[in-house]
């Protein structure tokens, strides 16, 4: 019986890039045992997965969710080709590739949102391609927080070796940071990252606070801004430390692991410090959804696609933490902030 796993749905990402390989090799590991898997795309992108790797895998496949038997196995493909079986051409973006993605994607959400999915994990996707495909925003977190009718603050948390970051501003010309450098808007990723590191069994997280500006003294953000949310997160019980000036931050807070997470004002100041110490290692978690969702910090790498080059450790990381988020979700119900 297998009623006390989790129902993970995993997406081939993008049909053109490393996506159908990863979830081939990503099945091949025994981490993917301990959930009920549910791989959503069309089976001909999936073969093709096995076909570059080498590995074949006994799936049942399914065209409706409700065909699925977790108690006859734990390991189904849900085949959305209806027959098209569209042949893709490696390392190129396309509206094909989008569309399919897009659907894939659509689907997962709905099923999570009817309580048959517990996380989702994705192979990367294309930008360009969801782009060709009709997908009108700027990153897929504002996509699916659409599609679930989430309202409330999302933010996206990257990881390597359960080091956490979340930011207050994201995908905006750094021009425009400094105007979103309130107390309000700092106190959001601060609540929500801890909130979603507890649900990943992190009791308590010790949490660093960037600065914005050079040594946390050239400007008045920190003064003005920064520093009354640190001090107001430490009268609600968060146990914050900051601000840290960004040159340092990454030594201080990882490499001497004196923090389990940190908040940083912009995308560059947390991305290039986090890709710089683990970039083959990264995850990215899309936090504040009603549903856990995770995937590799890295792209589609149309260059080496095909190639059977792909590193398996991003993406099994990624399940890891889904799988880890659904378990704790069952019992805590605590993943989206009121």
Known sequence: MTENKSNIALLLGDPAGIGPELISKLLNDEMTKKANVVIIGEKQVFENGNTITGISHNIDVVENFDDINFDKTNRYLLDISKGKNHKYKLAEPSKEAGESVLEALDLALALAKEKK??????????????????????????????????????????????????????????????????????????????QVMELNGVKNPRIAIQALNPHAEFGTEEKDEIIPAIKEAKKLGYNVDGPLPCDTSFVVAYKNKNHDCMVGMYHDALQSGLKAFGFDRGVTVQGGLTVPVTTTAHGSAFAIAGKNEANIAPILNSFKIALSMSQNKKTKLILHPQ
Not at 122 to 135: E, R, W, Y
Not at 152 to 171: G, L, M
């Open 117 to 194: 999915i517990d996380a989702i994990n994705f192979a990367p996707m294309n930008k360009t391609s969801l782009k060709l495909g009709g997908n009108k925003h700027s990153d897929e977190l504002q996509l699916m927080a659409e599609k679930l009718e989430v309202n409330s603050f999302c933010c996206e948390f990257n990881v390597i070796d359960n080091f956490w970051t979340a930011r207050v501003t994201s995908h905006i010309p750094i021009k425009e940071v400094a105007q979103h450098i309130t107390k309000e808007n700092i106190m959001k990723p601060i609540k929500l990252i801890n």
